[in-house]
């Protein structure tokens, strides 16, 4: 099967589920060609609202729908939904206790040519400190039609971290998923790969495939949701290990990394732990995905070297 378009497969399902949910709404900021939405704005022309470049607009007026008795899926550049909307979101989202499903696309390197001004790699940062706010990060198309129908019942508002780029399916259709759930890939014994996301969960999975040639059993996890973290699979597999590495396409500050660091200390659990993401001091850069992936060691080659290195003790 070809691997299918991460955006595509977003707005087939809401406007799959619009079908029978006269709540679901669509607000752009005039990124729908980026996002994919036209088909939703085809279908369904009067739930479809385009604010225009105004990123803060886009959060206002999609909590002021959620509010009416809406469900908002509001979408941009993850850059955007972050950083430039952050204080609405914060505020008139999450604050006020409404439903928003805001929508960060082109999360880290897979903003490519958009280069290091359109490179989020602190956004999950940011929203792992806003309270009660569910960050999810599909690792495929099958969790990604998940994701959309978790956040659109889900009581609170959900960061949606969307790669757009096509992606391979690692689960099959009718997988079951829940938010603070994790999904074990492959067991293993000597080193645990918690990877968040499309892109570094195919890279984990990669890198224990070559492990697993040197003699060397790794265990790979989907994260699936940053916020709620799934602590009981974490700890369980960070104590039979000892070992385990975080993959995140993403700064290795404030995110998957952080979150698993706070996670041992706070337990008190003696595991060793090695972060594989975008240094904490470095902004991004232009290139294409995959020198930037290279540029930024988030490949597999990258992530086997961090788990040779834990397994080996050095």
């Known amino acids: ?10 707005a087939q399902t809401l406007t799959a589920l619009a079908a029978s949910d006269r709540r679901i709404c669509v607000v752009e900021a ?3 060609r980026a996002t994919g939405t036209g088909p939703f704005a085809k279908a369904y ?31 941009t550049f993850a850059c955007f939904a972050s950083r430039r909307a952050y204080d609405q979101f914060f505020l008139s989202a999450n604050y006020a206790g409404l439903e928003v499903v805001l929508v960060g696309t082109d999360p880290g390197v897979t903003a490519a040519f958009n280069g ?27 969790s990604l039609e998940a994701a959309v129908k978790l956040a659109l019942e889900r009581k609170g508002c959900t960061y949606l971290r969307l790669q757009r780029k096509p992606a391979p399916e690692i689960y099959g259709a009718g ?32 890198a224990a495939d070559s492990l697993a040639a040197e003699g060397i059993d790794a265990a790979v996890v989907d994260v699936f949701t940053l916020a709620p973290l799934d602590r009981a699979v974490l700890l369980d597999l960070a104590r039979k290990t000892g070992r385990i590495v975080t993959c995140e ?13 706070e996670l041992l200390a706070e337990e008190g659990v003696p595991a060793r732990l090695a972060r594989i993401g975008a240094g904490a001091d470095e902004f991004g850069e232009v290139g ?14 990258h992530i086997a070297a961090a788990a040779r290195r834990l397994v080996k003790g050095v």
């Open 30 to 32: 005039d990124l729908a």
């Open 45 to 75: 022309p009067d739930r479809f609202f385009n604010v225009g470049v105004a990123e803060a607009n886009l959060v206002g007026v999609a909590s002021g729908l959620s509010a009416a008795g809406k469900r908002p899926f509001a979408a």
């Open 288 to 301: 294409t995905q995959d020198w930037l992936a290279e540029r930024f060691r988030l490949t597999a080659p």
């Open 249 to 261: 396409n993403h700064r290795v500050t404030g995110g998957l990394g952080s979150a698993v660091a």
């Open 175 to 206: 997988e079951a998923f829940e938010f603070g759930k994790a999904k074990l890939l492959r067991p293993g014994k000597d080193v645990v790969l918690a990877a968040l996301g499309a892109l570094m969960v195919g890279e984990a999975r990669k």
């Open 1 to 10: 099967m070809a691997d299918r378009e991460m955006r595509a497969v977003y």
């Open 116 to 142: 290091g001004t359109h490179m989020p790699l602190e956004d999950l940062a940011l929203m792992r400190a806003v309270p009660g706010l569910a960050i999810v990060e599909p690792a495929d198309p099958v």
